[in-house]
């Protein structure tokens, strides 16, 4: 799951990933030599590499917000995400960047479903930040979240990688570990 600030990505950085995107699947769809199984195979692909690219601009986007890089901001998110860990998932990772936050977790059973869940949080947090800030009827995250189904094992263990070094591909630190806002359960490590 990764989730941004709102005004993170411009509006016309969106558009252009966007339309790339949709020309790659146009391409995709239109080609006949293909089998249905790898169509889906390359729309997959190409997907990642629209998540690739927008990750990449917010690692290294040089406007503002970056909400996210305030301690006590990063502490509520923090707060929020671990509190949901054994009531609505079980949390595996995540890092809190200067303006998008990652994680990976496991849906309990009987809980609502991942779109409320990641309402919920975002809600609460962006109150408590957005006071914090003396921010007051201002959007503190975008609606939209990305979110990825992990299909098995080698994906698991390269998504928490992924997660875990991002700071260390931002150039932020050298070790992921230096990184004062990630968390990784014990036993994956």
């Known amino acids: 799951m990764t989730f941004r600030l709102a005004g993170s990505i411009p509006i016309e950085v969106i558009l252009r990933l966007h339309e790339n995107y949709n020309l790659l699947q146009k391409g995709i769809l239109e080609q006949k030599d293909l089998t249905q199984k790898e169509r889906r195979e390359l729309v997959y692909t190409e997907q990642k590499r629209l998540f690739s ?19 006590a901001v990063a502490e509520i998110v923090s707060e929020a995400i671990q509190y949901r860990d054994g009531k609505q998932y079980d949390l595996h990772t995540y890092t809190i960047m200067p303006n998008h936050v990652h994680m990976m977790m496991t849906l309990l059973p009987d809980v609502p479903v991942l779109f409320k869940v990641m309402q919920h949080l975002k809600k609460n947090s962006a109150i408590k ?3 914090l800030l003396g921010r007051t009827g201002l959007p503190f995250w975008e609606e939209e979240s990305y979110d990825h189904i ?26 992921w570990q230096e990184w004062p806002h990630t968390f990784c359960k014990p036993k994956l490590l």
Do not use: C, H, M
């Open 129 to 131: 930040s957005n006071k």
């Open 53 to 71: 690219a927008t990750d990449a601009f917010l690692d290294t986007n040089p406007n503002e917000p970056y909400w996210l890089r305030e301690k």
């Open 150 to 175: 992990v299909r098995d094992e080698a994906e698991f263990y390269r998504i928490l990688n992924y997660i875990l070094r991002n700071p260390v591909k931002a150039g932020f630190v050298q070790e």
